[in-house]
């Protein structure tokens, strides 16, 4: 049963005492709350009282038959959905129903399976459509966006192992969260493990987990991120950064679904999906020895290539009116339209962050702009430059200020240019990942970019 329809209340009208019992326990069983009523002239009475969610009418009673006590229900509360119930030789009189606004009908001898099935049936069709989760939804009409969500469908139901690759900032991480909620384990956990945040003498442990006292400073049993995934989806994003020492770990556990946690006596089963991504070009990896090639085909089961916004640039409107949405509604701001003439300007730009980096331009634009509509004066310049006065930095008082303003400044910018990707900005600024993220922490950054903002699912 669909979960907004446990607790749905049923309204049960016959004159045979057995048969509301019959009823009750089946609807009961069920999940449904369950009101009777003997004959017809007590159910319009109960539903003019207190509207339930369904009716189940039988045809043939005393005092006010179904027929006639159908009329007074769809009068009453007509948005409530009404099941007849048609004895032998009362059909006719079914088929009348049906062109009096009753929702379906049930003959008897009635089936349990048969019951509930069209009673479900009528209550969702009877229900206001399921509000579609904005977050996850995936904006755009180009044809290459179409292909994306016909994957996701068809992955969603499989079990396979997902490979998406794509750009920095394309919507990898997108994609893999919409194939976790088109499939049979959308209520089970995602787990995310950004495989390129977490050192190399602590992968095994945060995947796989350890007992305690496995080594030094393991001082409690820590669960893996596997072991939290399990009946759910586990992430592996940037899986083009494992070490190749992780990379074998991760290949056991996909090739034997069993994991094992640092100290633990034996393998452990696990129940999960995976679903990786990476921006990186992994053949060009394998050739220079850097990924194994028996992991990338493990990985590439079902794989999927995100093309970047440049190759789409239809879908730039829709992306603009969406992304405008969301950030209005994330920052509190008063939702305003973006110019054609400014969306015209945005969909002729070359975009290397791709969606991201149009994110962080429509966010600063709705951020700063003074007027009521978005305007091309009010688009930042294409190129990422000139954000922030740099005179910024020369009010700061003490030279300790200054290098503090200008390094957050310039790692802000680099990592904007670098659409918020850590190990690219890392390596075009000459520092070593680790270091990076230490000083992104230092500045408070990493929770600003818009990529970095949701926080790893427990
Ligand atoms: N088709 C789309 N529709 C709506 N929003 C999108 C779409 N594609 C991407 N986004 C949004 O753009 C931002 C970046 O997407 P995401 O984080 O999934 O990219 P990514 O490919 O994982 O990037 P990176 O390689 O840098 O990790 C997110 O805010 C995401 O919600
Ligand atoms: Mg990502």
Same mark, same amino acid.
């Given at each position: 049963?669909?979960?907004?329809l446990?607790g749905?209340?049923?309204?049960v009208?016959?004159d045979e005492?057995?048969?509301?019992d019959a009823?009750r ?9 369950v009101?009777e ?5 007590a159910a ?5 009282e207190?509207?339930p969610?369904?009716v189940?009418l039988?045809?043939?009673m005393?005092?006010?038959?179904g027929?006639?006590a ?7 509360a007509?948005?409530v959905p009404?099941l007849?119930?048609s004895?032998h ?9 049906l ?7 049930l ?7 048969v019951?509930?099935?069209r009673?479900e049936h009528?209550?969702?069709?009877s229900?206001p459509p399921?509000?579609e989760?904005?977050?996850w939804?995936i904006?755009?009409s180009?044809?290459?966006?179409e ?5 996701i469908?068809?992955?969603g139901?499989?079990h396979a192992t997902?490979?998406?690759t794509?750009?920095?900032?394309v919507g990898k ?8 909620a ?5 209520s ?5 493990v950004?495989?390129a945040a977490?050192?190399d003498e602590l992968?095994?442990?945060e ?5 305690k ?8 049993r820590q669960?893996?991120r596997?072991?939290r995934?399990h009946?759910g989806?586990i992430?592996?994003d ?6 190749l020492r992780a990379?074998?770990k ?7 679904g069993?994991?094992e ?5 034996g393998p452990?089963h696990?129940d ?6 990476t921006?990186?070009?992994?053949e ?5 020895g850097?990924? %194994?090639?028996? &992991?990338y085909? +493990? @990985?590439?089961?079902l794989p *999927?290539?995100v093309?970047?916004?440049?190759? #789409?640039?239809?879908?730039?409107p829709l992306?603009?009116?969406?992304l ?17 003439e400014a969306i015209?300007a945005l969909?002729a ?7 991201r980096?149009?994110?962080n ?6 951020i700063?702009a ?9 688009l ?5 430059a000139?954000?922030v006065g740099?005179?910024?930095?020369f009010?700061a008082?003490t030279?300790r200020?200054f ?9 802000r ?8 990707n850590i ?7 000459g520092?070593p %990942?680790?270091n &990076?993220?230490? +000083? @992104?922490?230092h500045h408070? *950054? ?5 990529g970095q #903002?949701r926080e790893?699912t427990?």
């Amino acid at each position: 049963m669909r979960e907004s329809l446990r607790g749905a209340t049923i309204l049960v009208v016959d004159d045979e005492p057995a048969i509301r019992d019959a009823l009750r326990m089946i609807l009961e069983y069920e999940g449904y709350a369950v009101r009777e009523a003997p004959d017809g002239e007590a159910a319009v009475r109960a539903v003019a009282e207190d509207r339930p969610d369904a009716v189940l009418l039988d045809i043939r009673m005393p005092r006010r038959d179904g027929l006639a006590a159908l009329r007074e229900i769809r009068k009453v509360a007509p948005g409530v959905p009404v099941l007849m119930i048609s004895g032998h030789g009362t059909i006719a009189t079914a088929v009348e129903a049906l062109r009096e606004g009753a929702a379906d009908f049930l003959e008897k001898p009635l089936e349990r399976d048969v019951v509930l099935r069209r009673l479900e049936h009528v209550l969702r069709a009877s229900l206001p459509p399921e509000e579609e989760d904005e977050r996850w939804k995936i904006v755009g009409s180009s044809p290459a966006i179409e292909r994306v969500r016909d994957f996701i469908r068809r992955a969603g139901q499989a079990h396979a192992t997902v490979l998406i690759t794509g750009e920095s900032g394309v919507g990898k991480e997108l994609v893999a969260r919409a194939i976790h909620a088109a499939s049979p384990r959308a209520s089970g956990p995602f787990v995310k493990v950004n495989c390129a945040a977490i050192p190399d003498e602590l992968i095994e442990s945060e995947l796989f987990g350890h007992e305690k006292g496995a080594f030094t400073g393991a001082t409690t049993r820590q669960r893996g991120r596997f072991a939290r995934a399990h009946g759910g989806t586990i992430f592996l994003d940037e899986v083009g950064d494992l070490s190749l020492r992780a990379q074998a770990k991760v290949l056991r556990a996909l090739q034997d679904g069993e994991i094992e946690p640092l100290g633990a006596g034996g393998p452990v089963h696990v129940d999960v999906r995976v679903v990786a991504a990476t921006n990186k070009d992994l053949e060009k990896e394998i050739r220079e020895g850097r990924f %194994r090639e028996d &992991l990338y085909y +493990r @990985l590439g089961v079902l794989p *999927l290539h995100v093309p970047p916004l440049r190759e #789409r640039r239809e879908d730039i409107p829709l992306l603009v009116e969406h992304l405008a949405r969301q950030v209005c509604r994330e920052n509190n701001l008063r939702p305003r339209r973006f110019r054609p003439e400014a969306i015209a300007a945005l969909a002729a730009r070359t975009w290397p962050g791709n969606v991201r980096e149009l994110r962080n331009v429509v966010e600063r634009a709705l951020i700063l702009a003074p007027g009521d509509e978005i305007g091309v004066e009010d688009l930042p310049p294409p190129g990422g430059a000139g954000q922030v006065g740099g005179e910024a930095f020369f009010d700061a008082a003490t030279l300790r200020e200054f290098k503090e303003r200008a390094e957050r400044e310039f790692l802000r910018r680099k990592l904007e240019e670098n659409g918020w990707n850590i190990t690219r900005t890392a390596q075009a600024i000459g520092t070593p %990942r680790s270091n &990076l993220y230490k +000083r @992104l922490e230092h500045h408070g *950054l990493a929770r600003i970019g818009p990529g970095q #903002r949701r926080e790893e699912t427990p």
